[in-house]
């Protein structure tokens, strides 16, 4: 997700990152990159499946940017992680869990000696507790409080993370795209209907403005969107889901680096009469409407909604 759209950074909220460093395991790269075809229908390019590991006080983390995958495993499941055999630019590590069960992960350079020294260290933190979670609500200006402090650094990445998911359907990032991405992010205060996304968009821009990566999430869209779904009411949900939508237009729209809104053809006019595309990103538009489904939206009713329509 770009470098400040990254799903795991140095100021994760909660955990403090001990380490981290390019990554690369076989087995879960085949398991992520099913999981990624199956979604997307394609696969999305020769570094689609580029990884970091990244360990904190709390977990293990196997982080996969261009596909949205974030695996972790914390460390009361790891019994050891071992040295292995060093080759010219990579070493090796025997990931060893409770549950018998062995990994080996290819590191770069000194990777595999410090990850295994920050395995080898206690870690001692308080185990989790959150409340139970409030009953839906309105929404409103005070939309934050729908969510524990943790929840909510877990989602409030979501307008970059799912814009993100456009942006490398194809495994390129796009100028045009990027531009697009924090251009929506900027504007999304005062563009935005939903009081949550407002409010994501404000930190976000904050992000951006003080070249601060926005705290990355172990919790993929999905479940991210169904967390939501159950926290606020039906219709800030659905307003929620129309403002993603809409910057996902926005980003799929994008050819050479500039909007594309021509007056007619014959692709928007059966699908998607609100606005014009270029037939080539036909898939990445389809995108936009399999996310509105997945959410529950029918892709109609955002037509009629959408700040592209008026």
């Not at 949205?68 to 914390?74: E, I, K, N, T, Y």
């Not at 951006?208 to 939501?228: C, D, E, F, Q």
């Not at 007056?263 to 699908?271: G, I, K, L, T």
Request: net charge neutral; with cysteine.
């Amino acid at each position: 997700m770009v470098e400040s759209m990254r799903l795991v950074q140095t100021d994760h909220p909660g955990e403090t990152v001990l380490g981290r460093g390019v990554a690369k395991c076989t087995a879960l790269d085949k398991e992520i990159l099913e999981r990624h075809v199956s979604s997307l229908g394609r696969s999305g390019g020769m570094r689609l499946l580029e990884a970091d590991w990244v360990a904190t006080d709390a977990a293990l983390y196997y982080v996969t940017p261009r596909t949205g995958s974030v695996l972790r495993w914390p460390w009361d499941q790891i019994v050891s992680v071992a040295k292995g055999r060093r080759g010219l630019l990579t070493a090796g590590v025997d990931i060893r869990f409770t549950n018998g069960s062995v990994m080996t992960w290819k590191l770069a350079g000194t990777s595999a000696a410090e990850l295994s020294a920050i395995a080898s260290r206690p870690k001692v933190r308080p185990p989790d507790s959150q409340p139970p979670p409030p009953p839906p609500v309105a929404g409103g200006p005070n939309v934050k409080s729908l969510f524990t402090p943790a929840e909510w650094e877990q989602i409030r990445g979501l307008p970059s993370a799912v814009m993100a998911m456009v942006t490398y359907a194809d495994g390129v990032a796009e100028d045009g795209e990027v531009a697009a991405t924090y251009l929506e992010l900027m504007q999304g205060q005062e563009q935005y209907a939903s009081q949550l996304a407002k409010a994501m968009a404000a930190e976000q821009a904050q992000d951006l403005m003080s070249r601060r990566p926005t705290p990355a999430s172990s919790m993929n869209v999905r479940s991210a969107m169904g967390m939501i779904r159950t926290r606020v009411a039906p219709a800030e949900y659905k307003s929620f889901v129309f403002d993603l939508a809409d910057s996902l237009w926005a980003v799929a729209s994008q050819t050479g680096g500039s909007f594309r809104f021509p007056s007619a053809d014959r692709y928007v006019a059966e699908r998607f009469p609100a606005v014009v595309v270029a037939p080539r990103n036909e898939f990445r538009h389809g995108m936009t409407a399999t996310f509105l489904r997945e959410c529950g939206v029918d892709p109609q009713e955002w037509l009629a909604a959408s700040r592209w329509a008026r």
